[in-house]
């Protein structure tokens, strides 16, 4: 899948509409700048945060997106998505981006 479409199924699962090849947050963007959750820290926290029951844990190899049951099934994992370290030079920030960005596109690419 490419990041174009990566982001786009991402901005279905969180509800944010795509409009003329781009998302549309419902949020101001004071520079004009195109939203990319996969180049921007901001975004990526925001996608995450848009995605209900969504847990994020790091490790020193890796950093792991899942999607937890609901109160009632709290053990219950129904996506897990796993960035290595070592495929994005040791950055953590840049593969904790892409695993928020893949598992939500795996969501939005559930959805009817």
């Given at each position: 899948?490419?990041?174009?479409?990566?982001?786009?199924?991402?901005?279905?699962?969180?509800?944010?509409?795509?409009?003329?090849?781009?998302?549309?947050?419902?949020?101001?963007?004071?520079?004009?700048?195109?939203?990319?959750?996969?180049?921007?820290?901001?975004?990526?926290?925001?996608?995450?945060?848009?995605?209900?029951?969504?847990?994020?844990?790091?490790?020193d190899?890796?950093?792991?997106?899942?999607?937890?049951g609901?109160?009632?099934?709290?053990?219950?994992?129904?996506?897990?998505?796993?960035?290595?370290?070592?495929?994005?030079?040791?950055?953590?920030?840049?593969?904790?981006?892409?695993?928020?960005?893949?598992?939500?596109?795996?969501?939005?690419?559930?959805?009817?």
């Amino acid at each position: 899948m490419s990041d174009r479409e990566l982001l786009k199924m991402a901005a279905k699962a969180a509800g944010f509409a795509w409009v003329d090849g781009h998302v549309s947050t419902g949020l101001r963007d004071r520079d004009g700048r195109v939203w990319n959750p996969l180049t921007d820290d901001g975004d990526a926290l925001r996608l995450f945060l848009a995605l209900p029951w969504m847990c994020l844990e790091i490790s020193d190899v890796g950093v792991t997106v899942s999607e937890r049951g609901n109160p009632d099934e709290p053990s219950r994992v129904y996506l897990m998505w796993t960035e290595w370290l070592d495929k994005h030079s040791n950055d953590l920030a840049a593969a904790t981006r892409r695993a928020i960005v893949r598992a939500a596109a795996e969501i939005g690419r559930k959805m009817k």
